[in-house]
C-alpha cells in the first residue's frame, strides 16, 4: 500500500504546527515534522505533542530523507523560515528564506512533487502598491518591503513566478502571502508573538496594556491598522490546497479587512470578560522608520479560485482564541 506523505518544514513552529494538526486528522495521510525544537523547556515540542506525526526530521537531513522517500510523498509544505523581522544578519535571512526555499522548489519540480510555500504580507513594503496578490511578474518585482525579512520573501516570490512561466515548476505549486497571523501556539515567539499573545497576561491579571503611540497626524494613537487573520484559516487553506491540486500562483491570506491594534486589545479584554485599560508607548526608533500603518488582504483570486469558507472574524477569533486555548492550563493546540 503506497503511503500518502505530507513533508511539513517548521512544522513545529507556529503556523507550521496548526497546519500538522489540521492535516493529522486524516489518518490516512503520514505528517512527517521537519524542524528544530531546541530547548525543552521553551515548549516548541508541545506544539506537536497532540497529533500523530509520520515522522520527524532535522533541517540539515531534509534532502537526504526526500531522496530516500520521494515516490511517497504528495507534498511538500514549507513553512520554516526566519520570520523575525528585526534578525540582523541578511546573510542567514537570505540562506533561510531564500536559498533554502529555491532548493525545495527545484527538488519539487524535478521530482514532480507539489509544494505550497510560506510568503508574507511584508512583501507589500508600505502598501503604496496595494495589496493585490497579482502574479505578472511585473507586479511583482514593483513591490519595495521595508526590511530584510520582506525582501526576502518578495526575492523568492519573483523566483518562484518566473520559474513557472519557464515551465520549470512543480506540478502544483503554491505561495500564501501570510498577513498578522495569530492563535494558539505562539508562545515559542517570544517578541515575535502577536499583540493578542503578548498583552494576554497583563489582560488577565486584570492589569493595563500598552500599545504603540503613533507618529502620523491622521492615525490616531493604537489606530495603526493591521489584516488579523486566525491561524486557524491558515490550516484551512493548507488543507484546501492539497485536495485541490489545480491551483496554482501566489494568493493572499489574510481576513479581508483592516482592524486597528486598539480593536484588537479590546476584543482581548471582552474575551476575557474585563475592562479594556489600555495605555500608548513610544515606538522604538529603530522601526519608527519601517513601520506598516496599514495592511489589507484582498482575497478575491483565493475565493475565485474556489475557496468554500469564510474567513474567521477578529471578534470570532480572538473569542476563541481566548476561551479555548490563552485561558486554559494546557494552551496548546
Not at 181 to 186: D, K
Request: charged content about 25%; overall charge neutral.
Amino acid at each position: 500500500m503506497t503511503r500518502r506523505i505530507v513533508f511539513v518544514t517548521g512544522g513545529a513552529g507556529f503556523i507550521g504546527s496548526n497546519i500538522v494538526a489540521k492535516l493529522a486528522e486524516d489518518r490516512a495521510l503520514d505528517v512527517v515534522v521537519c524542524d528544530r525544537l531546541r530547548e525543552a523547556e521553551l515548549g516548541k515540542w508541545r506544539n506537536i505533542a497532540k497529533h500523530p506525526i509520520g515522522d520527524f526530521v532535522a533541517p540539515e537531513d531534509m534532502f537526504e530523507w526526500l531522496e530516500k522517500r520521494w515516490r511517497d510523498v504528495e507534498m511538500v509544505v514549507h513553512m520554516g523560515a526566519i520570520s523575525s523581522t528585526t534578525e540582523p544578519d541578511a546573510d542567514k535571512i537570505i540562506h533561510s528564506n531564500f536559498t533554502l526555499s529555491r532548493d525545495l522548489f527545484r527538488w519539487c519540480a524535478d521530482r514532480q512533487r507539489r509544494l505550497v510555500y510560506a510568503s508574507s504580507a511584508a512583501t507589500y513594503g508600505a502598501g503604496e502598491h496595494g495589496f493585490d496578490d497579482d502574479n505578472d511578474f511585473e507586479a511583482l518585482a514593483r513591490l519595495r518591503p521595508l526590511n530584510t525579512y520582506g525582501w526576502s520573501k518578495a526575492l523568492f516570490d519573483v523566483f518562484a513566478s518566473r520559474q513557472a512561466a519557464r515551465d520549470y515548476a512543480p506540478p502544483q505549486w503554491v505561495g500564501l502571502k501570510f498577513f498578522n497571523v495569530y492563535g494558539p501556539n505562539e508562545e515559542h515567539k517570544h517578541s515575535m508573538k502577536s499583540v493578542a499573545a503578548q498583552i494576554w497576561p497583563h489582560v488577565r491579571a486584570g492589569q493595563g496594556v500598552q500599545l504603540f503611540k503613533s507618529y502620523r497626524p491622521d492615525v490616531p494613537d493604537g489606530g495603526q491598522k493591521r489584516d488579523f487573520v486566525y491561524v486557524r484559516d491558515a490550516a484551512e487553506v493548507t488543507r484546501w490546497l492539497l485536495d485541490n491540486p489545480q491551483v496554482n500562483g501566489i494568493f493572499n491570506l489574510g481576513s479581508g479587512e483592516a482592524r486597528t491594534f486598539e480593536e484588537m486589545a479590546r476584543n482581548v479584554f471582552a474575551a476575557a470578560g474585563k475592562p479594556a485599560q489600555i495605555e500608548y508607548t513610544p515606538m522604538p526608533p529603530a522601526i519608527r522608520d519601517k513601520y506598516q500603518y496599514f495592511t489589507q488582504a484582498r482575497m478575491d483570486r483565493l475565493f475565485q479560485a474556489g475557496y468554500p469558507r469564510k474567513m474567521t472574524s477578529l471578534e470570532d477569533g480572538i473569542s476563541d482564541y481566548v476561551g479555548g486555548f490563552l485561558s486554559q492550563p494546557d494552551p496548546y493546540r
